[in-house]
């Protein structure tokens, strides 16, 4: 569980009721992790949802940075839907980063019964899919 | 009792003798490590007398069962009592079981842990309250108590989860906690409003039903009766929740309170519904705030250790240490604050003795080795038996069934290449943390309800990680496995 405070000014979240808000922070977990810490592994772990609330997360292809994560980003996601491991791992490049997590099947019943938050996941995946295209070019 | 562990310098001082301060001090005097265990109470387990409400544990402890009493693979059954070197010592509480259950009472909880105290033994300067931490210049740590201070290089907290704690809601510090909840008669005829749908919130509803007029459970997330059917807590939710299914008097609602206040000699609770919209205006005669307990830190957040879930608990790394705060561990239910990696569904069961006892025992050969210059566990196998150790655990060892996801039974090759066992190691750990060529193995529980064996092989510095079949009977250690895993590890 987590305080519906924390969760009130990210975007995602911006469309629920109060009463929707507080029952998501019951089923949201948190994890705070140390500096070089790796919350998602390349190919490996991942059946969770993260949002990060404070602190920046570095996005590593073997090794390699690709992405900064700053808080109201989210991670975890693709697993999630695609079900396969993670193409990355995402690591604690702050002296601590504080998530929110939902696992898997959580995320997947969040995303069904509340659609406002399903369009807004959509809007933020195509911005990324948007700037991985640009950055191709 | 003066001359048990007075104040001084230890390499390790553990505070609490409950479950966990017991099992880990138990384990790191065994190991050779200097160590200080001190508790404010005046006998073991003293949770189990100031919480008098719980009339019985959750977790079960088999008196009979498919292996001896005694023998490591036996634990499995008994998930209530400490773990000992001695067989003799080792299935405690079980000795005490009348058998009307099939999970302890709170009495013979409590008598099989003071025979564990008394018989194992673990020493325990009882009466000795810690009352403040301090950082040394050094970096080590002091610990202020009534008896005087004690310096240590560790500090092992085994608090429990005991504090009362409340939600942040308008006007909820003036109903009285799931702990101030007086005897179940005294509810006679009255209407009692209960905030919180989780174990205490259900534990005090089903009390309550031989008495109340009416019953009403909310709070903001509906209860999953699918998850709930196969948890240890199904006992104390299925009776209020046929009531509620039949329309009995008891009510389990979906809402976000929104503010508690006075009315008359009663309660007027405002909710908004959150799984069917709709305001609600309850009256009540009585209301209980069931929402659940926090680790009591004291001042240990000023030394930098932070929290999760609100704040009730400490947040720690794979070997239960505060990530903000080197130095401070956790053990008992505050083990609970290490994430694991979530691979599948996340079933460790560092919350309950069962859990914690094996988180306990890791963390000791943790602090021997790194504190106190224990050799690491280093038993040699030969090649052709890696394959069948590896499965006999993961189809026999109680470590890897009760801390699923969690922890892992790992074999690395030594500098000339043979395979030796190195223990029982928490699973993130394992796949974190740089070393020689080596394979782990942990039990896992998929979202499906399998429960099936996953191998993680590190080679090169990389772990990859590998799901084996599930088998109807949970023997993982036939010639299918066999093949599987050979195929993985050649």
Not at chain 1, 6 to 34: C, G
Not at chain 2, 310 to 323: D, M, N
Not at chain 2, 412 to 441: Q, W
Not at chain 2, 468 to 473: A, R, V, Y
Request: one cysteine or more; hydrophobic letters at 40%; glycine letters at 10%.
């Amino acid at each position: 569980m987590i305080d519906a405070e924390s969760l009130a000014p990210l975007s995602l979240f911006a469309d629920l009721e109060p009463p929707q808000l507080h029952a998501l922070a019951l089923t949201l977990e948190e994890e705070r992790h140390p500096r070089e810490t790796r919350v998602l592994r390349q190919g490996m772990s991942g059946n969770a949802f993260y949002v990060i609330l404070n602190g920046e997360a570095s996005v590593r292809i073997d090794g390699t940075e690709r992405a900064r994560l700053v808080p109201g980003e989210f991670f975890g996601e693709v697993s999630i839907l695609l079900g396969e491991p993670p193409t990355a791992d995402v690591v604690a490049a702050s002296d601590e980063l504080r998530c929110a997590v939902l696992p898997g099947p959580e995320f997947r019943e969040l995303l069904l019964r509340h659609p406002t938050v399903l369009y807004r996941v959509l809007q933020i995946e195509a911005r990324r899919l948007r700037n991985a295209n640009l950055w191709r070019e | 009792m003066a001359g048990i562990a007075p104040p001084g310098e230890y390499d390790v001082v553990v505070v609490g003798s409950g479950p966990g301060g017991l099992q880990t001090a138990y384990c790191l005097e065994r190991l050779g490590v200097r160590t200080a265990c001190i508790s404010r109470d005046d006998g073991p387990g003293g949770m189990f007398r100031a919480l008098p409400i719980f009339g019985r544990l959750l977790s079960w402890t088999k008196p009979d069962a498919p292996e001896p009493r005694g023998s490591r693979a036996y634990e499995w059954y008994d998930h209530n009592s400490l773990l000992a070197d001695d067989g003799e010592h080792a299935d405690l509480v079980a000795a005490e079981m009348d058998r009307a259950y099939a999970v302890p009472s709170r009495p013979e909880m409590e008598r099989g842990l003071a025979a564990f105290a008394e018989r194992a033994p673990v020493a325990v300067r009882y009466g000795c309250a810690w009352e403040s931490t301090r950082r040394l210049d050094d970096g080590r740590l002091a610990l202020a108590t009534s008896d005087g201070e004690y310096v240590c290089r560790a500090a092992v907290f085994a608090l429990g989860v005991t504090e009362a704690w409340r939600s942040p809601i308008s006007g909820i510090d003036a109903v009285p906690h799931y702990v101030d909840t007086r005897a179940p008669r005294e509810y006679e005829g009255r209407s009692v409003l209960v905030v919180g749908k989780r174990n205490s919130g259900f534990e005090i509803a089903d009390g309550l039903l031989p008495w109340a007029r009416r019953l009403l459970l909310v709070s903001p997330r509906p209860v999953s009766t699918a998850v709930l059917a196969a948890t240890t807590v199904r006992v104390r939710y299925m009776q209020p929740l046929e009531d509620h299914a039949q329309g009995g008097g008891t009510l389990v609602l979906d809402a976000a309170i929104e503010r508690i206040e006075r009315d008359g000699g009663g309660w007027r609770v405002l909710a908004r519904g959150t799984t069917r919209p709709g305001d609600h205006e309850l009256l009540a005669d009585d209301v209980i705030a069931a929402t659940g307990f926090a680790t009591p830190l004291r001042d240990l957040p000023a030394l930098g250790v932070s929290t999760v879930a609100q704040g009730r608990i400490p947040a720690l790394t794979p070997f239960w240490e505060s990530v903000g705060a080197p130095g401070v561990f956790f053990a008992g239910n505050a083990t609970q604050g290490a994430a694991g990696i979530r691979r599948h569904v996340n079933v460790g069961s560092s919350a309950a003795v069962h859990g914690f006892r094996y988180n306990a025992r890791v963390l000791a050969r943790h602090l021997a080795e790194t504190l106190a210059g224990a050799e690491p566990v280093r038993r040699p196998l030969r090649p052709d038996e890696v394959v069948p150790f590896l499965l006999g655990e993961a189809t026999r060892a109680p470590e890897l069934w009760a801390q699923k996801g969690y922890l892992a039974r790992a074999v690395e090759l030594g500098a000339d290449g043979a395979p030796c066992d190195v223990g029982v190691v928490p699973l993130a750990h394992f796949v974190d943390a740089a070393g020689p060529d080596a394979a782990a193995v942990a039990v896992e529980l998929g979202e499906s309800g399998a429960i099936f064996p996953a191998v993680y092989v590190r080679r090169g510095g990389r772990v990859e990680a590998h799901d084996l079949q599930p088998e109807p009977l949970n023997r993982f250690d036939g010639p299918g496995h066999a093949a599987e895993l050979e195929a993985l590890l050649r």
